[in-house]
């Protein structure tokens, strides 16, 4: 049985879901190269976000946190220590926060395996 939801005693809302999930076998340079392109180009971020959403704003504190009007967000981490990229969703359900990891790895996979290559 479903234990019923936790609202916040501050504001009322329910607090979000995460989800996460790791694509192997990416090396640090391609990685750092798709990154990189994000971080630095507007239209970059438009592009790769447009299936995802708006963005309301971006970060680029440990890797490229996209921030969506929505109010979804998705971060996206290089590992330092393995071949691999590290991505992090939240949003109001658990299954909409693991919907945007999923069209997230879609999207980062074809960037780094196609483009980049």
């Known amino acids: 049985m479903l234990r019923p939801r936790r609202l ?3 504001c009322g809302l329910s607090p979000p879901r ?10 640090p340079d391609k990685a750092a190269a798709f990154l ?18 708006t963005i309301k ?11 969506f009007e929505s109010g979804d967000v998705i971060h996206h981490c290089r590992s330092g220590n393995a071949l691999e990229l590290r991505i992090y969703a939240q949003s ?7 919907d945007l990891v999923t069209a997230a790895m879609k ?6 395996f196609q483009a980049i290559e």
């Open 8 to 10: 916040c005693t501050l």
């Open 18 to 27: 995460a989800a996460t999930d790791r694509i192997q076998g990416i090396s």
């Open 36 to 53: 990189n392109g994000l971080k630095g180009s507007t239209p970059a971020r438009r592009a790769y976000s447009e299936p995802l959403g």
């Open 57 to 67: 704003s971006h970060n680029l504190t440990d890797g490229l946190r996209l921030d």
């Open 92 to 98: 109001d359900t658990r299954e909409s926060a693991r």
């Open 107 to 112: 999207a980062v996979s074809f960037e780094v």
